[in-house]
């Protein structure tokens, strides 16, 4: 037989995945599991998003969008990013891909050649290596450490740049530590960004799941880094929707137009009716999202309290997202 693609064959699978489906296993064999691999809400996506979904299918909104998605729905991204952070985008500058996990690999598609790498703070959600590895791209890890609440410091950053750096990967907030970065913090990584001219993916998909803290969006740091900023979100976390499969992103207009037309000729747009339940989402009332972020601190208390009162295991109290990252070293 002739060979396989090599790049595939390298390719290793979601551990992440893999845990979930043993647990499912597990449970059907009638053994009592807990499962925390998997980064899904356990509430129900609220009533008034079902609803919408429904409506569309009725009114028989069930044939072919744009490849970027539908208008109406661009329109809901621009505006929430503007209510929320000011940021100015045009529809003409969102890409909307089945789940956010989509956006982050045609991001990869259009910004990266054989050979160019990509900066990776560690630790890190286990798609970010592979999916860089899919294009042919070099993943350059950088460990991170409690010292520093496992975030990216300035001089971690100018160590790890290269001629051949072409993007830094930023998850803010972070999956699988829960660190938030401050605004301070930001600032100091977007001179160095800037000044070395590289690009770089901010994966908010956790922004609306913060505590105590006030999250800072990378791109509303000025013209310049926004330009350089390919922002990437969805609606799988904060409106309990992991499986209607809507993710976002906004980029400057010449990545973003390479998006679409990689999305013209990959999936298209995510399921029509979908994307019409994600307009009501990134339109209604944050009522519902408010109540599901509001237990997900109390877990998070919780938590932090019970591991660290265990023996040979602790853990930092995360400021975002909804994971502990434990520390088992002793």
Not at 15 to 26: G, M, V
Not at 120 to 145: C, D, N, Q, R, S
Request: hydrophobic share 40%.
């Amino acid at each position: 037989m002739k060979e396989l693609s090599r790049i595939a064959s390298a390719i290793a699978p979601s551990s992440t995945l893999a845990i979930n489906a043993l647990a499912n296993q597990l449970r059907s064999e009638g053994v009592d599991v807990k499962n925390f691999g998997v980064g899904e809400p356990d509430f129900n996506t609220p009533d008034n998003i079902k609803e919408a979904g429904i409506r569309a299918i009725q009114e028989n909104k069930t044939r072919y969008t744009p490849a970027a998605g539908v208008l109406a729905l661009r329109e809901a991204v621009c505006k929430k990013l503007k209510d929320e952070f000011g940021l100015d985008y045009e529809p003409s500058q969102i890409a909307i891909a089945s789940g956010a996990k989509h956006n982050v690999y045609i991001a990869f598609a259009v910004l990266l050649n054989p050979g160019d790498e990509v900066i990776l703070p560690a630790p890190y959600w286990v798609t970010y290596a592979e999916a860089i590895k899919m294009f042919g791209g070099v993943p350059v890890v950088v460990p991170t450490t409690e010292e520093t609440e496992f975030k990216l410091t300035p001089d971690m950053l100018k160590a790890a740049i290269t001629p051949r750096t072409k993007l830094l990967l930023l998850n803010n907030p972070s999956n699988p530590t829960g660190a938030v970065y401050t605004r301070e913090e930001l600032i100091a990584l977007k001179d160095i960004i800037v000044e070395n001219d590289i690009y770089v993916m901010s994966d908010e998909i956790y922004r609306a799941l913060t505590y105590g803290v006030k999250f800072t969006s990378l791109a509303t740091l000025g013209e310049d880094i926004k330009e350089l900023t390919i922002l990437i979100n969805g609606v799988s976390k904060a409106y309990a929707m992991t499986g209607w499969r809507v993710g976002l992103a906004a980029a400057n207009p010449t990545i973003a137009k390479l998006m679409s037309n990689y999305l013209s000729h990959s999936t298209g747009a995510p399921g029509t009716m979908c994307q019409y339940a994600a307009i009501e989402a990134l339109n209604s009332p944050r009522d519902e999202c408010e109540k599901m972020r509001d237990a997900f601190d109390e877990r998070r208390r919780y938590f932090v309290d019970r591991v660290n009162r265990m023996e040979g295991v602790s853990c930092c109290e995360p400021k975002g997202a909804f994971y502990i990252f434990m520390n088992i070293k002793e």
